[in-house]
T-cell receptor, first 113, second 114 residues
Framework: GEDVEQSLFLSVREGDSSVINCTYTDSSSTYLYWYKQEPGAGLQLLTYIFSNMDMKQDQRLTVLLNKKDKHLSLRIADTQTGDSAIYFCAESPYMDSNYQLIWGAGTKLIIKP | ETGVTQSPTHLIKTRGQQVTLRCSSQSGHNTVSWYQQALGQGPQFIFQYYREEENGRGNFPPRFSGLQFPNYSSELNVNALELDDSALYLC?????????????FGEGSRLTVL
């Protein structure tokens, strides 16, 4: 069956790196995504990675993809208080559309001063 | 460029009633997807509309129905409301079907069923 799994909470100190992990089940997924949800705000795409890539870096964000283990991670360097949010991992396993996403339950990132 | 807007932002209904949620897609987008997000969960795909036709449906019963209009705005209708329908309903717009899959979300309509 389709299932994307993430741990529910991650607590880090301000200035440290945060690493949020995700496992997915469908090896045919074309793209894998990280979305951010802040309180009272809509979901916002942070970054995505195409399935034939191993790594993607975008400023403070680094995405690592291990297709063999179906493991995706998001590293946020120099974590700031503004990074407090829920981070969702999602995959697009359907051939007909890249917009029918399967989502994890989200990881709440808590920043300690 | 106008973003995705949804209405109403909050509403309360009772079991058995019907509800209509509305979504205006981002300018230039012809695809609208609807998701249900229960408290503490990730979004669950309900269905998607592309150029006014339903293009894909998740594991939701037929009492969840939708429409897309010629201006690409969309409605989600839920009949015979149940307590478990209480959730945040998210609309997302995008362009085409086979691009990068980036979805642009509205802030959602929070439905409470009593």
């Amino acid at each position: 069956g389709e299932d994307v799994e993430q741990s529910l909470f991650l607590s880090v100190r301000e200035g440290d790196s945060s690493v949020i992990n995700c496992t997915y089940t469908d090896s045919s997924s074309t793209y894998l995504y990280w979305y951010k949800q802040e309180p009272g705000a809509g979901l916002q795409l942070l970054t995505y990675i195409f399935s034939n890539m191993d790594m993607k870096q975008d400023q403070r964000l680094t995405v690592l993809l291990n297709k063999k283990d179906k493991h995706l991670s998001l590293r946020i360097a120099d974590t700031q208080t503004g990074d407090s949010a829920i981070y969702f991992c999602a995959e697009s396993p359907y051939m007909d559309s890249n917009y029918q996403l399967i989502w994890g339950a989200g990881t709440k990132l808590i920043i300690k001063p | 460029e106008t973003g995705v807007t949804q209405s109403p932002t909050h509403l309360i209904k009772t079991r058995g009633q019907q509800v209509t949620l509305r979504c205006s897609s981002q300018s230039g987008h012809n695809t609208v997807s609807w998701y249900q997000q229960a408290l503490g969960q990730g979004p669950q795909f309900i269905f998607q509309y592309y150029r006014e036709e339903e293009n894909g449906r998740g594991n939701f019963p037929p009492r969840f129905s939708g429409l897309q209009f010629p201006n690409y705005s969309s409605e989600l209708n839920v009949n015979a409301l149940e307590l478990d329908d209480s959730a945040l309903y998210l609309c997302a717009s995008s362009s085409g079907l086979k691009n990068t899959g980036e979805l642009f979300f509205g802030e959602g309509s929070r439905l409470t069923v009593l």
